[in-house]
């Protein structure tokens, strides 16, 4: 049973910058697809990225296409989403989740395992 924990979220000024991580443990993530969503308040959870843990290949949601960048190093199991010229409608809570099937899954739907969430929020 994989187990997942987000960490760095935080409040960040308009145009900052900030990393998320989710360090996996419990097994090993070969095989396995890693994918970010983000919950708003009043909106629907949305897809933010996926990767794929084995190749590294990666897909990225409307909102997050070139700001942000996805990676994972398989060393230390832990995956990353690196926000970058961050906007007040960023702010959410990003959770991290594991598909054991390593599909490139868009929706949530796809994903077995969730982590807890870190909030991130964007001051104008």
């Known amino acids: 049973q994989v187990r997942l924990v987000e960490s760095g979220g935080g409040l960040v000024q308009a145009g900052g910058s900030l990393r998320l991580s989710c360090a996996a443990s419990?097994?090993?993530?070969?095989?396995?697809?890693m994918g970010w969503f983000r919950h708003a308040p009043g909106k629907a959870r949305e897809f933010v990225a996926v990767?794929?843990?084995?190749?590294?290949?990666?897909h990225y949601g409307d909102s997050a296409q070139g700001r942000f960048i996805v990676s994972r190093d398989t060393a230390r199991n832990t995956m990353y989403l690196h926000m970058n010229n961050l906007e007040p409608e960023d702010t959410a809570v990003y959770y991290c989740?594991?598909?054991?099937?390593?599909?490139?899954?868009?929706?949530?739907?796809?994903?077995?395992?969730w982590g807890q969430g870190t909030q991130v929020t964007v001051s104008s």
């Open positions: 989740a594991a598909d054991a099937r390593g599909r490139i899954g868009l929706i949530s739907g796809y994903y077995d395992t």
């Open positions: 419990g097994r090993t993530l070969r095989g396995y697809s």
């Open positions: 990767i794929t843990w084995s190749g590294g290949s990666t």
